[in-house]
Every structure is written in C-alpha cells, then in structure tokens.
C-alpha cells in the first residue's frame, strides 16, 4: 500500500474541491422535547473544538484527518451535556445522528476510519493514531476508567481487536474491541432480513443514528446513505448499560486517524438530543462533500486517459451550452447584504423545480399582489405554497427583505409559517407552507360545492385567527401589524385550523411610518376609517379589519357586496340594522339553517360590532377580544345606541367623520354605503 503514496503528488493537483458553504444553525423546530439539544447543518460559523488535524473546510465540512501519514484529528460540541440528572443518577436516554463521508483519492487506499464517541473530556492527547483512531492507546485500551462510548466506522480489520472486515461499524465501551458489530449496511423495511451493503469509503454521504433507551439499557445503531428515512430495523442493536460507563457531564465528538493509509474523514451535518429524538438533519441543507478527483485504474488509465479527454472536452463543450441556459432560466439578484439571510434565501432553481416551472396547473391562486403555486421542494419533498410578487422600485428591498426573514422567525400554530424568499429582477419570491384546505373565503361563499363550516367550525376559527393575532400583537418580541386581515388570508390547514397568512404587506410597527408614503394598503371593506384618513396602521386598525372578519364568518355575507341596482350594501351596518329591529340573530348565516349556538352567535355578532367601531378608542384590544371569546370575561352589556353615536356622526356630517377625540375630520370609506342603507330597509332584509 506504501508504494501507491508515490502518486500522491500528481494526483493531489488533480484534487478539486468544489463545495458550496451552507450553513444554518435554525432552531431545532419540530424536533423532540429533549431536555438539551443541538443542530447542526454544516458548522462553519459554530464554535465546535477542533484538536489535531481536524479543520473546518470552506465549504462547511468538518475534516478530521487529510492525506498525511499518521495524524489523528478531533472535533467537539463545544459544551458538554448533562447525562445524569444527579452525580450518581442513572444515565438518561439520548439520541443522536450524524453525516458523514469518508473518501480517498486514491481508489481503494483507505484511512482507518473514524468513530463518534461520548468522553468525560476533550483531551485525548495520549491517543494514538493508526489502529487507535485517535481514541486509545496500547495503555488504556480496554480500561474501565475510560468512561468512553463509541460508535466506530472502521475501513481496515485489525485482528489484534477481533475487527470482523475491512468495512465495518461497532458499538465500542472503553475498548477498541467492539461489544457488538457488523458489516456496514442497513435492512429493508420490506423484508427485514435483508442486509443491503453499503462502503464506508467513496459510497457519498451516509447518515448515522445511535438511539439509548435507559430503561431497557438497549442501544440501537442504524446506518442508511444520507436522504433516505431511517431504517426501521438498526443494524445494532446491543443491552449495555451506559450508567456504568458515561460521567455526569459528557463531551459529544468525533475522532480519526490515518496510518501509512491515510484518508479524508468527513462530518457533513450533526444532531443530539437528551430525552427526545435528536432533530432532523435536512439533507437538501447539508454542505456537499468535495470532489477529490476520478479513480485511477493504474494500466486502464493509459487507454482511458485520451478518452477521457475527448469525453471531457464534449462534455465541457455541452456543459458550457446548458450552463448559459440555466444561467438564463434560474437567473437571480443577489447582492453582499443579502449573505446574512442565507438560510431565508431559497435558490430559484428550486423554485422553479418545485413548481414544475411555475405550471398553470400549480397555480392556486391569484391575488392582488401576485400569482399563488402550490409546490414541493426538492430533496426535503416539503409541500410550499409560492407566492410571485412583482417589485420594482429599488429602494426599500434592503428593508423589505429585512422584515421576510424577521418575519420568517414568527412561528405560531395559528399563524402561516413563512419559510424564506427568492429574489429575481423586478421579482419577489415569497415561500410559506401549504395550506392544504385553502382559503377561508372559499369554504364560506360555498364555491364549487364544498361544503359550507359549520357553526363549530366556525367559531373555532375566529378564536385561532384571534390568537394569532394576540401573538402578532402583543407576543412576539415586537408589535407586529397584519394590515390585511380578510377571510382570504386566513388559510386552513389539513387540521382545519385557522392560520393567519400573508405577511407579504406587514411592516414593522416599530420601523417607524414613513411620512412620504400615503397610499394605504389593505382591503376595501376592512379598512379602518382612521386608517383610510391618516394612512397609518395601528393594532387597532387590525382589530377593525378583525372585526369585519368575525361578522363576515358569522353572517356568511362578504363585507360589502353590490346589489343589483349597483349599490353597495355594507355589512357592519346591515348587522346593526338588525340589531336596531331587536333581530340581532337575522343576520347570521341562513347556510347554516337555525344549527347554531345562539349564545355564542349573539357574542360574535356584538363582538365583530364592538372590534369594527369607527371611533378606535371604542375597539377592545385583542387580548380583550380573546377573554371575551373564551368567556373570561363576559362582554358588556351594550346597546345599539353605542354604535350608533358613531353612525348618526356620520350622517350629521355629511361626508365626514368626526373623530370626538381629536376633532379632525376625514373622508370615510364608509360614507358612500349610507344611501344603500335605506335600500336594505326598502328590500326589508
Ligand atoms: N400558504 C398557502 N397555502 C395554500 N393556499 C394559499 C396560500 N397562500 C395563498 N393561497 C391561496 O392563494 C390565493 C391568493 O392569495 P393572495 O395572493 O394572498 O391573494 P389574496 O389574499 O388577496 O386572495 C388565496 O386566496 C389562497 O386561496
Ligand atoms: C494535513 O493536515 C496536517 C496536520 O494538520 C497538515 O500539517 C497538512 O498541511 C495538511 N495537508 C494538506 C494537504 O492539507
Ligand atoms: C455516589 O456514590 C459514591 C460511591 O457509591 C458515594 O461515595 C457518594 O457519596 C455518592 N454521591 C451521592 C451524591 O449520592
Ligand atoms: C484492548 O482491550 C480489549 C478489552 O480489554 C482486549 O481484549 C484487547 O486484547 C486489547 N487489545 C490491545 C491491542 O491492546
Ligand atoms: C426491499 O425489498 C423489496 C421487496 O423485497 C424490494 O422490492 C426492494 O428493492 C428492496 N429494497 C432495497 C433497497 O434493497
Ligand atoms: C427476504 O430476503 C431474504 C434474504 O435476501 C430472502 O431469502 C427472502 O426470500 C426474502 N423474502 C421476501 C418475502 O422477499
Ligand atoms: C431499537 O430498535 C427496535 C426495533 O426497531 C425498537 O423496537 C426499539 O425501540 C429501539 N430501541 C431504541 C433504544 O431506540
Ligand atoms: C422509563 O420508565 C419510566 C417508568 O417506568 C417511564 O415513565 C418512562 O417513560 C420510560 N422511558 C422510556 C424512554 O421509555
Ligand atoms: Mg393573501
């Protein structure tokens, strides 16, 4: 094996590394609710302790060992996890995973391998390397004080510790002597008795999970290549009980060596947790391992070689042609600001992907401010729903991306995840997870012969749209405004549950108003009269929307719709009207036929009523809103007069709305609705 290091050098200028750094530490959302966790997916940027040879690559990879004779490398999570819960408590369960890939330019020239492992400290510099693989030496090899779990991925048998192949993974306690191991490869959720092998070395990325269950002391090893789901059968699977063997407070990491063989050990991506199932690694967000060149076949090579060439200057040829097209098909803006949202910014490339190239048949819907595509990214086959905004004007991008990826960090059950964005010239991309049930407005206006929510249904849905947003509102580290709160952005998933959406046209209270903007943004029907006048959004220009939002789910009638004469017919009033007539209950939805509870419906109609105030001072806040939908605290007792000081105001003015409290006066949207009202009157609704 010796003699082929000769071609070292020739071979190492042919050593390409083409890898393109990803990194992302997100919050291990989704993930079990262990009692202390990490993820990791790609480490540059992360504080992990490196010790030897190990390096972290440009690209993102930890590389534990490299090409030279006799070197060990290690790396740790930088601090160590609780194990036990008392100094002499048992062991706790845990759960970890990791990716990594093991390669050589050399063909089958192989390093020995490497090996994850839990120790009571990061100083392993008695180790040797070779056979040892960073973790033993010939002293302590097989000594209890040890205190070392490990998992190894071996590449060369050694019979002096009983090694069973060339290409192996063991479950090792203080030994290099495994308590348990087996050819590498994983078995069939089909049939579980068949072992599909797997090489350690060269065969690209392979994923790795260790599961410890500390009551029935059992150790579970499964092996699979990285992007497919675990194996439901380990291919280990050992009792040993750990109490004996891991401290208190443990260090998690890797080691390797190389002897007069040498390889390149790699970690690509890392998770743990304690008491819980160690969070997912996304493949599709994994740096790639480096290209480390073509396999020499030593005499094959001399007839390949021109081959090759020609083959190469095809190929470059073609490449060229493909690469000019693709450049042109999945051209994007990015700009140096932009590097700081890496993990927002979605590739085009995948969009385009996961759309199908934005097909007709993806299309979901269309709105005001862009075109809607159902999707499915590649690689993690999550289902996303794309929204294409078109978008010029060149200031304000900065801010405007800002605010996607402060936004991308709200996370609420009744709220739409907002996952990332996408930008092309004079084009926004923005990605949020599907909703497979769609739209409120859909399910209320009974398109399409869908079946129209029930009362349930419905009330249940106003309370989660309230709660999310009371978060938007008041929960999250700062105040956020909707600003277009409307049945069509209240999306229902799978569940049924209400969710909050688009935030395409949100801006951050705190950011301040800009004086030189003056066009108000929203939806006809749901604009607040303050908001129209002085084009400034508040919390409770969102209660007013909200408040329209409630009366349109209980009456089952859009805010304002024309009748046939072309007048518009405005809700709010027309509940007021009936509420006047001492017939409150006549405005709620006839769809549902009399099933309804009235006490719950008298609640909603007096609420959206109460939230839809034209004067703000007279609006609850939503965290009101919320104790009186739950019935923490009952609603006031009002009558029809209160709301309708604000309406004879109107009147009286004649055009214009008086605010009592400031006494300024401005044009209502609502104004234009006052001669239909004696039109409902005529038609005697
Ligand atoms: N995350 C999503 N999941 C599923 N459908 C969605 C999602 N976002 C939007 N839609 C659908 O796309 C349509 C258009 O949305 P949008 O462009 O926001 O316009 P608008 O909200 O004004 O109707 C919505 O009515 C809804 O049915
Ligand atoms: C490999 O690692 C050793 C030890 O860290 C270092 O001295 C050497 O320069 C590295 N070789 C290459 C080719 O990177
Ligand atoms: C733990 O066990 C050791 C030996 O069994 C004993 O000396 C020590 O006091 C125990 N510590 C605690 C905190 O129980
Ligand atoms: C390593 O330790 C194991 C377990 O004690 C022992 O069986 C084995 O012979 C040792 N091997 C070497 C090379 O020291
Ligand atoms: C698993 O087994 C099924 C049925 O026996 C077979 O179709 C499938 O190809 C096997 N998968 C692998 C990865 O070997
Ligand atoms: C399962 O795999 C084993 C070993 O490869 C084979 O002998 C057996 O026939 C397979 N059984 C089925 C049902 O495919
Ligand atoms: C080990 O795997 C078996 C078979 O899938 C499973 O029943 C058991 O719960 C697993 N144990 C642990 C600790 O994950
Ligand atoms: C272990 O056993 C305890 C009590 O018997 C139980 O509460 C706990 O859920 C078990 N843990 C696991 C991981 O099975
Ligand atoms: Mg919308």
Known sequence: ??????????????????????????????????????????????????????????????????????????????????????????????????????MSSFGDIRGHGFTFFIAPSTDLSAAYSIQFLGLFNDKNNGSTSNHIFAIELDTIQNTEFSDIDNNHVGIDVNSLNSVNSSPAGFYNDSNSSMLTKL????????????????????????LAPVGIPKPVKPLLSTTYDLSTVITEQAYLGFSSSTGLSTGHHYVLGWSSAINGAAPTIDPTKLPKLPYLGPKPQSTLLVILLPIASAVFVLAVGIGVVLMVRRHFRYKEVREDWEVEYGPHRFSYKDLYRATKGFKDKYLIGVGGFGSVYKGVLPGSKLEVAVKRVSYDSKQGVKEFVAEVVSIGHLQHRNVVQLLGYCRRKGELLLVYDYMANGSLDKHLYGQEGNATLDWGQRFRIIKEIALGLLY??????????????????????????????????????????????????????YLAPELVHRGKATPLTDVFSFGVLILEVTCGQKPIKEDPEGNQLVLTDWVLHNWHKESLLDAVDTKLQGNYNISEARLALKLGLLCSHPFPNARPNMRQVMQYLDGDVTFPELLPAHFSFGMLSLMQNEGQLVDSSRMSSYPSPMMQSFGSISNLLADGR
């Open 1 to 102: 094996m010796a003699s082929t290091a000769s071609m070292k050098p020739v071979l190492l200028s042919t050593l390409l590394v083409l890898t393109i750094g990803l990194t992302l530490n997100l919050p291990a959302s989704g993930a079990g609710e262990g009692d202390e966790q990490f993820l990791y997916t790609g480490f540059t940027g992360h504080n992990i302790i490196l010790d030897g040879a190990a390096t972290i690559t440009p690209g993102g990879l930890i590389e534990l060992t490299n090409e030279t004779f006799r070197i060990k490398g290690h790396a740790f999570h930088p601090a160590p996890m609780s194990f036990r819960r008392s100094p002499n408590g048992t062991v706790q369960s845990f759960s970890v995973s990791f990716v990594f890939g093991i």
């Open 472 to 525: 938007l509102h008041e929960e999250w580290d700062r105040v956020v405004i909707h600003r277009d709160v409307k049945a069509s952005n209240v999306l229902l998933d799978k569940e049924m549950n209400g969710r909050l959406g688009d935030f395409g046209l949100a801006r951050l209270y705190d950011h301040g108003t800009d004086p030189q903007t003056t066009h108000v943004v929203g939806t006809i029907g």
């Open 199 to 222: 090489p350690l070395i060269g065969g690209g990325p392979l994923q790795i999970w260790v599961d410890y269950d500390m009551n029935s002391t059992e150790i579970n090893v499964t």
